[in-house]
């Protein structure tokens, strides 16, 4: 059998068997709805043991939104994040004024953002591992000042419950992801590297910072769209696809864009079924359809998509994106500033 044909039947057998869980979901009524909720949302896997030291004169960053709600924002201060820095071997406490304080020009500060479902720890080795493997893709210019940004994740009892109080919750940290980024000097070049749910977090951000609103709320103080504009990488974008076009839920976050790359992968078996989570409506997932060409809200931003489905097939896993050099290597180098940039 030929090469597309063998994708040709893996996509029938995906859809195949996606339409036989449905009709089970379907026929079992709203108790067994959950069951669908929990595959789009179950995207961990094991955490790696690694060594999380930092090369030379990078550094590397974890700032919690975990113990934060909604009450806890304050629009005319920064947002209080727990936030520590590793040094020496170890993790200490360190502050989000220092974070945002201490940024370099001559550094690129660049924020990634986990999944759903990722326990703390979970969080600071597989982020300490996606900064390894980042870093070491390619010939980096300028120093890496690597955040991993976390937030309140973990499973919650009830799996339709948890898929629909996650998606509130991305909303809540876009707010706390604006209250950063806003504050940041704007001459520091910012790069974010977004999975799944956490791109949701960041698209809200950017649209915050860009002007817009979400849960009823602007940013409290002047100049909004002032920040340095952002070098932005999606995949497996747990997000819905019309809300970067025009008329959009997030329509000003491309505004806040140097680049944009998004990776989708037209095999994903749990974002292939995304448009059913809602009662009202059927997005598609940008993670599993990519953008319509010709519809983002800002045509400014300089945009590139790919279809993955050949380097990480039948899969929604974060470490099959990570498996591929490939992957990796375009990746890193969308997201890296160089000194005369």
């Known amino acids: 059998m030929t090469r597309n044909g063998l994708q040709n039947r893996s996509r029938k057998v995906a859809g195949f068997a996606g339409s036989w869980i449905l009709a089970g979901i379907i026929l079992a009524g709203a108790a067994r709805a959950g069951d669908l909720a929990s595959a789009v949302i179950k995207v961990v896997d094991e955490p790696i043991a690694i060594n999380t030291g930092a090369r030379g004169q990078d550094e590397l960053w974890y700032a919690s939104t975990r113990h934060l709600e909604l009450s806890d924002l304050d629009p005319l201060s920064l947002p209080r994040l727990q936030v520590l820095r590793h040094s020496n071997g170890i993790w200490g406490e360190s502050s989000i004024e220092t974070l945002v304080g201490d940024s370099d020009p001559a550094k690129t500060t660049l924020f990634y953002f986990h999944g759903n479902r990722v326990p703390v720890e979970y969080a600071i080795e597989g982020g300490s591992l996606i900064y390894q493997q980042v870093r070491d893709a390619i010939s980096w210019e300028t120093p890496i ?135 009202n409506s059927r997005p598609a997932a940008l993670g599993f359809a990519g953008l319509e060409q010709g519809r983002l809200a800002d045509q400014s931003v300089v945009f590139h998509q790919r279809d993955v489905r050949d380097q990480v097939g039948l899969s929604h896993s974060e470490s099959r994106y990570f498996a591929s050099i490939e992957l990796v290597r375009q990746l890193s180098r969308y997201l890296q500033w160089k000194k005369t940039q």
């Not at 799996?159 to 991305?170: C, G, I, P, W």
């Not at 960041?202 to 002047?222: A, F, R």
Request: net charge positive; charged share 20%; aromatic share 10%.
């Open 145 to 279: 000042r690597f955040v991993i940004w976390s937030w309140p994740s973990d499973r919650i009892c009830g799996q339709l419950r948890d898929f629909r109080v996650k998606a509130v919750r991305t909303d809540v940290d876009a707010l706390f992801l604006a209250g950063v980024l806003s504050r940041m000097p704007r001459r520091v070049p910012v790069s974010i590297l977004a999975y799944s749910f956490g791109a949701r977090i960041v698209t809200g951000g950017l649209h915050l910072t860009g002007g817009g609103e979400l849960l009823g709320k602007k940013l409290g103080h002047e100049n909004p769209g002032s920040i340095h504009p952002v070098r932005t990488v999606l995949f497996a974008g747990a997000v819905h696809q019309d809300w970067l076009y025009s008329g959009g839920k997030q329509s000003r976050a491309c505004s806040q864009m140097n680049k944009l790359l998004v990776l989708y992968n037209s095999l994903d078996p749990l974002l292939m079924h995304y448009r059913y989570l809602e009662k």
